[in-house]
């Protein structure tokens, strides 16, 4: 591959010249003109435009690797390839695959090189394209050439396999789904089995030199208590900080449907051998799920737990990053009129949750990650996506132009009461969400957007 361009300073509007892209798509480009002439406010148009096009524009590599289609997106300001980050950002593109030979190959290189890191170690969250070691050597785990980061997070293998899962139901192909497909999806299956501890706490363990709790784990790396509940445990969650009960109910409510998914496809495949692993993992986890995964609330009454322990104790917060309770039906997980989710999303959006914060710019939900009174601009992006009030669309809309401060781009976070203390300046995950969220409010609520 050629060395990754620079586009540390792409912001103020404009998208890199075609020759200066990391990825070029004529078709892409096509279909961005005629989805962008339908939005009438100039500042969202830009907005959508630059950030729908920014994982193709500054972060997406595609080229031959081995003999094999290959693609490598790194998250942006960060020059590392993480699973669940990497199918976030394509996933807007997912359409596109069925008309664009250049997106399909985009999309099959990447379900390529997905399965090649989980191979590298299905434990790890985020990956080099070289076999090198990098800022996190000195970590206390057992790091591979290769592995920029192993931080174990259940969704970092559930990811993959939705991408695998929606590109198979949009396209009908198999052309991705070879041997070294099929070699990552039973190593998957395998480390869910193992992490759902049922024999102890398996073999990852993972320990930090830091002043920060949240970037390492407890009891000589193997965190905290827990008794066996069905479901899969996690070190860390999507946020990337250390869990503080190891079943996490958002990703585990995620693995439940991406896991139904795939069945469907190893039907289709004939892998009758994985079909039976993967029908005593949906079995535990909804089991897990409906005995341990709510809590009742004083005031919303019964709710999802964020994350429990199965010895009864449970964390009651939600965090902006996806998979989150707040998600749970933009990810296909449950519906926005489910009682359950209703009360749950109340209290999501209440000053009860930890990390909802309000400020003179309005009020979201922000992260551990990021500290106290900072929004994500993803959390914002969720509640749109699940509500069905226009008011609160609008409003959300409104805060999220108003976060991108002239930048062009959304960012990681920003303070509740100044935009311009943002963090992240390049971050294509956010970017790749808001600029799908828009298409679909383009394709199915065009009327709102012409109230902004």
């Not at 590298?120 to 290769?146: C, R, S, V, W």
């Not at 070879?178 to 992490?195: A, C, G, P």
């Not at 809309?397 to 920003?414: A, C, D, M, N, Y």
Request: aromatic fraction near 12%; hydrophobic fraction near 40%; glycine fraction near 6%.
């Amino acid at each position: 591959m050629n060395k990754l361009k620079n586009f540390s300073n792409f912001q103020n509007w404009a998208r890199p010249s075609p020759e200066n892209r990391a990825f070029y798509s004529t078709e892409l480009d096509v279909y961005l003109d005629e989805i962008s002439q339908k939005i009438d406010n100039p500042e969202l148009r830009h907005l959508f435009i630059n950030t729908f096009a920014n994982t193709v524009d500054t972060t997406a590599y595609n080229y031959i690797r081995d003999g094999k289609n290959h693609t490598y997106i790194i998250t942006g300001d960060i020059e590392a390839m993480w699973l669940r980050d990497s199918t976030a950002q394509v996933w807007h593109y997912l359409p596109l695959a069925k008309t664009s030979a250049e997106i399909d190959t985009l999309l099959t290189g990447l379900i390529a090189n997905q399965a090649r890191c989980i191979l590298l170690d299905p434990y790890a969250n985020a990956f080099y394209d070289e076999e090198k070691l990098g800022i996190h050597a000195t970590d206390m785990t057992q790091m591979l050439p290769g592995v920029h980061e192993r931080k174990w997070e259940l969704d970092s293998l559930i990811y993959p396999i939705a991408l695998a899962t929606a590109y198979w139901k949009l396209t009908q192909s198999h052309q991705p789904f070879d041997e070294q497909w099929r070699n990552s999806i039973s190593l998957i299956l395998e480390t869910l089995k193992v992490e759902q501890r049922f024999y102890g706490h398996g073999p990852y363990f993972f320990d930090r030199v830091t002043s920060n709790p949240i970037d390492t784990l407890s009891n000589q790396g193997y965190g905290p208590s827990y008794m066996p509940t069905g479901m899969v445990a996690s070190a860390f969650r999507a946020s990337d900080d250390a869990c503080i009960y190891p079943f996490n109910i958002p990703e585990n409510l995620f693995a439940l449907k991406t896991l139904q998914s795939l069945r469907e496809l190893l039907d289709n495949l004939k892998l009758n051998e994985l079909i039976a692993t993967v029908d005593e993992l949906v079995e535990d986890i909804s089991s897990g799920i409906q005995k341990y995964g709510h809590i009742e609330h004083p005031i919303f009454g019964t709710i999802y737990a964020f994350e429990v322990d199965g010895l009864g104790n449970a964390v009651c917060m939600d965090d902006a990053n996806v998979p989150s309770l707040l998600s749970l039906p933009y990810l296909g997980v449950i519906t926005t009129d489910d009682d359950i989710y209703k009360a749950t999303r109340a209290y999501i959006l209440s000053d009860e949750n930890p990390q909802f914060f309000s400020g003179a710019l309005g009020s979201g939900i922000g992260s551990p990650h990021t500290g106290k009174d900072s929004i994500w601009p993803i959390s914002l992006i969720i509640q749109v996506s699940t509500s069905t009030d226009d008011e609160e669309i609008l409003n959300c809309l409104r805060i999220l132009i108003k976060s991108s401060v002239g930048t062009g781009l959304l960012h990681e976070s920003f303070n509740i009461d100044n935009a311009n203390d943002y963090t992240r300046p390049w971050f294509a995950w956010c970017n790749s969400l808001f600029g799908g969220l828009i298409l679909r409010l383009v394709q199915e609520r065009a009327e709102i957007l012409k109230l902004i």
